[in-house]
């Protein structure tokens, strides 16, 4: 089961999200002049060949239980690396730009859909990057893998790239659609900030620390140590 729910997961994500964030995103930013269409035709370019042709190589850093030889996994570590790259690009040359043109007044009207694009940068590089790579490693993954560090780097993946690229998305066209006179950024000010903020509060004081105690308690058991219990009140 272990083995088939990583090939669906990942050949899911890496096949499609990932080279769809990054070619939506170039899309966009081009339009909007913050990126030129040569650095957007190679990053679209370099992810769809990371993505297509080492998606499934990416995947073999899930497999630890199937037998899957160490140069393999480490392989596969690599890979799966790689894919936050092509979207960090572009969101480093778009910022160059954005930070030349912060005052003209066509930034300023589409500051809350750049806004969470932005997030989807960042998000990408902590929960998919770091995150991700932080359970990557064989060793990190013969204790780590299936606790709750693994739902850390897929909430932060999942929710951080794909849920906020969605919001950002709905956004975009909705500001083209609505007049100046009818728009307000008020709530989605407070949205923006609540999301983010939720969600790395989420990461910070659950998942995370629950992902880092349960191998420690665990290789405590292993070698037989006292692991620290709390009295349960329930009788």
């Given at each position: 089961?272990?083995?088939?729910?990583?090939?669906?997961?990942?050949?899911?994500?890496?096949?499609?999200?990932?080279?769809?964030?990054?070619?939506?995103?170039?899309?966009?930013?081009?339009?909007?002049?913050?990126?030129?269409?040569?650095?957007?035709?190679?990053?679209?370019?370099?992810?769809?060949?990371?993505?297509?042709?080492?998606?499934?190589?990416?995947?073999?850093?899930?497999?630890?239980?199937?037998?899957?030889?160490?140069?393999?996994?480490?392989?596969?570590?690599?890979?799966?690396?790689?894919?936050?790259?092509?979207?960090?690009?572009?969101?480093?040359?778009?910022?160059?730009?954005?930070?030349?043109?912060?005052?003209?007044?066509?930034?300023?009207?589409?500051?809350?859909?750049?806004?969470?694009?932005?997030?989807?940068?960042?998000?990408?590089l902590v929960g998919a990057g770091l995150l991700g790579f932080f359970i990557n490693p064989p060793l990190a993954l013969?204790?780590?893998?299936?606790?709750?560090?693994?739902?850390?780097?897929?909430?932060?993946?999942?929710?951080?790239?794909?849920?906020?690229?969605?919001?950002?998305?709905?956004?975009?066209?909705?500001?083209?659609?609505?007049?100046?006179?009818?728009?307000?950024?008020?709530?989605?000010?407070?949205?923006?900030?609540?999301?983010?903020?939720?969600?790395?509060?989420?990461?910070?004081?659950?998942?995370?620390?629950?992902?880092?105690?349960?191998?420690?308690?665990?290789?405590?058991?292993?070698?037989g140590l006292p692991v620290h219990r709390r009295q349960s009140t329930v009788q």
């Amino acid at each position: 089961m272990e083995y088939w729910r990583w090939w669906v997961v990942h050949l899911w994500v890496e096949g499609v999200f990932e080279v769809f964030a990054t070619a939506i995103i170039a899309l966009i930013f081009v339009n909007l002049k913050l990126l030129r269409a040569s650095t957007a035709a190679v990053a679209v370019i370099f992810a769809t060949i990371i993505f297509m042709s080492g998606g499934v190589l990416g995947t073999f850093h899930h497999l630890y239980w199937s037998g899957t030889p160490i140069g393999v996994l480490a392989l596969g570590a690599v890979f799966s690396a790689l894919e936050v790259v092509p979207l960090l690009v572009i969101g480093f040359e778009a910022y160059q730009t954005h930070k030349l043109e912060q005052n003209t007044k066509w930034i300023e009207h589409y500051k809350w859909p750049l806004n969470f694009f932005a997030s989807v940068l960042f998000w990408n590089l902590v929960g998919a990057g770091l995150l991700g790579f932080f359970i990557n490693p064989p060793l990190a993954l013969y204790y780590m893998q299936g606790l709750n560090s693994t739902p850390a780097h897929g909430h932060a993946a999942m929710f951080g790239v794909y849920g906020l690229l969605g919001i950002g998305l709905m956004l975009f066209c909705l500001r083209s659609l609505i007049p100046d006179n009818r728009w307000s950024d008020k709530w989605l000010q407070q949205a923006f900030w609540g999301l983010n903020i939720g969600l790395a509060m989420m990461l910070a004081l659950s998942l995370i620390p629950q992902g880092i105690y349960q191998p420690i308690s665990a290789l405590l058991r292993a070698t037989g140590l006292p692991v620290h219990r709390r009295q349960s009140t329930v009788q």
